[in-house]
């Protein structure tokens, strides 16, 4: 080890060891353990992956690391390790704040920077570096520093979307000079190291954003801009985007109106961003990721009676250079008590519209019903749901069908089910046309919850932010025991 670094190492052991001296706190130390085990039926392939999270707590100081085993039977997939995947060691109070390590971070609604956790995609975005913030009376300021890293899991193994040596800096200034009018502005730059280029290319967005809070109406709006380098057409560009939305809610109601429009404002790679502003939809369906799109949601929400409400939602998003590629999306649901103290009933109505989804698709829809009905009685519950989902793609029409159960024997122990058909084989989607699963949930005791599923799930076509990919059909087992202390 080098002369300066244990220079740093005393310098680091002895501020803590003062500190604790003078202000002693009681060490807290907790976790959780994730085991999983997938076995698949046919090709007896398998993989098994323990992740521990160990966090430790003393006064202001706080502490992270993550460490896990991955090993597939195919010896050829990435990531086959074990390791330290995450670690970080924090001080923060009411006014400072300092994390070195793996951090989350989003600046506004995302338009410009959105490294968190992306449960659609199975996607962990995180940042390694450093992040800063301080309060002072009506400002805080923040900074960041940092490598960023892209996770993906797909079909049973791991992969970095995002393997380059982009360094993503940043800072905000968030203002709150009136309690119902604060704003903020942020700037992130982008470096990126091309092979056969000198110097790093550069990227830089900044952005300026208010959150208004009058009565009955909340407004968003948020203003972005993008210079520099653009990964995709490899060369010099501009971009810029626009997120608003209006609430006005009531004791009985709330109406939301979402509006977006982003010009070349995605930036990364062609498989993964660094930001990822709101899609204006339910499903959070995206063409490409900010790179060319405009679109408008309205959602409405109502409960004009008793326990019953009833929800409605309609969005359009299509891109800027043609209204041939696009996404429609209906949604309508109502929801209540059958009688007092009675069972609920749920039933809803969902239309996707896809516009050019694929290269070899030009249009595709769904309609998707669905009812549920949920019943509880002291330690028991009962849940049954009738789903099907009619599809259109092109000159080909098929159907799914499927019935559901999810029981709670006991207020420990649930027991679920599903049954799927298809009516028809069809090659543009997953192979097959029957999956049957059952799966048994156990929380063993406060600190150990083991969840089994045995049978076969269909996979299918999963977009996000504009990528897609193909989930492999699934049968066999998998098996997770979670663990916390």
Not at 218 to 228: D, K, S, T
Not at 321 to 332: N, V
Not at 342 to 367: A, C, F, Q
Not at 398 to 418: E, P, Q
Request: one cysteine or more.
């Amino acid at each position: 080890m080098s002369r300066k670094n244990l220079i740093s190492y005393f310098i680091l052991t002895l501020t803590i060891l003062i500190y604790s001296s003078a202000l002693p706190h009681t060490l807290k130390i907790f976790g959780k353990n994730c085991l999983s085990y997938w076995q698949w039926r046919e090709n007896e392939e398998n993989f098994i992956e323990d992740a521990l999270d160990i966090n430790a707590m003393y006064g202001n100081f706080r502490g992270n690391i993550e460490w896990y085993i991955y090993e597939p039977s195919n010896v050829k997939y990435a990531l086959r390790k074990e390791g330290m995947r995450k670690r970080f060691v924090e001080f923060k109070n009411p006014k400072w704040s300092l994390r070195a390590g793996n951090f989350y971070q989003s600046f506004g609604r995302g338009l410009i920077l959105n490294q968190t956790v992306e449960i659609t995609g199975n996607i962990d975005r995180n940042i390694d570096g450093f992040n800063l913030s301080h309060s002072i009376k009506f400002l805080t300021i923040s900074l960041l520093s940092g490598r960023p890293k892209n996770l993906l899991f797909s079909n049973g193994k791991y992969t970095v979307v995002n393997d380059t040596s982009d360094l993503l800096q940043g800072g905000s200034l968030s203002f709150d000079l009136l309690p119902s009018f604060p704003f903020s502005i942020n700037v992130v730059r982008l470096s990126s190291d091309n092979p056969g280029v000198e110097s790093p290319r550069e990227t830089y967005l900044y952005n300026f954003n208010i959150d208004v809070v009058k009565g009955p109406f909340i407004i968003y709006a948020e203003y972005a801009e993008r210079e520099g380098w653009d990964e995709i057409p490899f060369e010099e560009s501009e971009g810029n985007g626009i997120y608003g939305s209006l609430t006005f809610s009531t004791g009985k109601a709330s109406a939301t109106f979402e509006y977006l429009n982003y010009d070349k404002l995605g930036y990364g790679g062609s498989d993964y961003k660094y930001n990822a502003p709101p899609t204006g939809n339910l499903d959070g369906y995206s063409i490409n990721r900010a790179r060319d799109e405009r679109g408008w949601m309205l959602d409405i929400i109502s409960n004009p009676f008793g326990s019953w409400y009833f929800e409605v939602n309609k969005s359009m998003l299509w891109t800027i250079s043609s209204d041939s590629i696009g996404f429609d999306e209906f949604y309508a649901e109502i929801k209540g008590d059958i009688w007092k103290r009675g069972p609920s009933l749920l039933v809803s109505l969902k239309n996707l519209e896809y516009r050019k989804p694929e290269t070899i698709i030009d249009r595709k829809s769904e309609w998707i019903p669905h009812i549920g009905i949920m019943s509880s009685l002291g330690s028991h519950s009962l849940n049954v749901g009738l789903n099907s989902r009619v599809v259109e793609i092109d000159t080909i029409t098929f159907m799914d069908n499927a019935v559901s159960i999810d029981a709670g024997i006991f207020s420990y122990l649930t027991i679920a089910g599903r049954w799927e058909i298809r009516n028809k084989e069809v090659l543009l989607e997953s192979e097959g046309t029957e999956w049957k699963v059952i799966e048994l949930r156990w929380d063993i005791s406060n600190s150990h919850t083991l969840n089994i599923m045995a049978g076969s799930e269909k996979g299918g076509l999963i977009c996000s932010g504009g990528v897609c990919r193909i989930e492999e059909p699934f049968e066999g087992i998998k098996i997770n025991l979670l663990s916390r202390f």
